[in-house]
């Protein structure tokens, strides 16, 4: 089974500035990663596919980037409403596996 | 408009049985995967398996193989999670997930927490 790492655990930023999460596999998945974004008390939602992909209706200041075993999340500049739960999720083989999350929170 | 609705909240006994569902519409529903996701009390986010409706072909995670059962009704758009004997371990929130043409989870049901307590 592929295994996830994401890091930061946490990350404290203010708004208006640059939130850049890593996640990393055990072995290659090619680019067959996404990211999602999960608020309290909500489903996730997806943000990006495919490493790089945004989804339909996700803000331009969302961008992901990576291939093979490295991939970043990278929110240019943070609003108000991005503060929230990070998860990456690989697909490889069909057998789906999310990293742990990282948290972005109001410095 | 892609809508996926579970069925509601769940308090068990340890050792009961439980079938939760997830229904649903606004796009043909055996032409695209349904997985369930596990989110236990202040944890994080977890698949359990996916299911094509269309013939249901069935992909368990290996933690989750033989613990619960995922199966779909075509005939009414449903897909379904259940277990034979609940553990108190089993308490989280269940989501379900219709994975878009890429193979991700594009659209969620609202999630159903289930309980299990003596």
């Known amino acids: 089974e592929i295994v996830l790492t994401q890091s930061p655990a946490t990350l404290s930023l203010s708004p208006g500035e640059r939130a850049t999460l890593s996640c990393r596999a055990s072995?290659?998945?090619?680019?067959?990663l996404a990211w999602y974004q999960q608020k309290p008390g909500q489903a996730p939602r997806l943000l990006i596919y495919?490493?790089?992909n945004r989804a339909t209706g996700i803000p331009a200041r969302f961008s992901g980037s990576g291939s093979g075993t490295d991939f970043t999340l990278t929110i240019s500049s943070l609003e108000p409403e991005d503060f929230a739960v990070y998860y990456c999720?690989?697909?490889?083989?069909?057998?789906?596996?999310f990293g742990p999350g990282t948290k972005v929170d109001i410095k | 408009e892609v809508q996926l609705v579970q069925s509601g909240a769940e308090v068990k006994k340890p050792g009961e049985s439980l079938k939760i569902s997830c229904k649903g519409s606004g796009y043909s529903f055996t032409s695209y995967w349904i997985g369930w996701v596990r989110q236990m009390p202040g944890k994080g986010l977890e698949w359990m398996g996916i299911i094509y409706p269309g013939d249901s072909d069935t992909r368990y995670s290996p933690s989750f193989q033989g613990q619960v059962t995922i199966s779909a009704d075509k005939s009414i758009s449903t897909a379904y999670l259940q277990w034979s004997s609940l553990k108190a371990s089993d308490t989280a929130m269940y989501y379900c997930a219709r994975l878009s043409g890429s193979y991700y989870g594009g659209y969620w049901g609202q999630g159903t927490l289930v309980t299990v307590s003596s």
């Open positions: 999720q690989q697909r490889s083989n069909w057998l789906f596996t």
């Open positions: 495919d490493a790089s």
């Open positions: 072995q290659s998945v090619s680019s067959y």
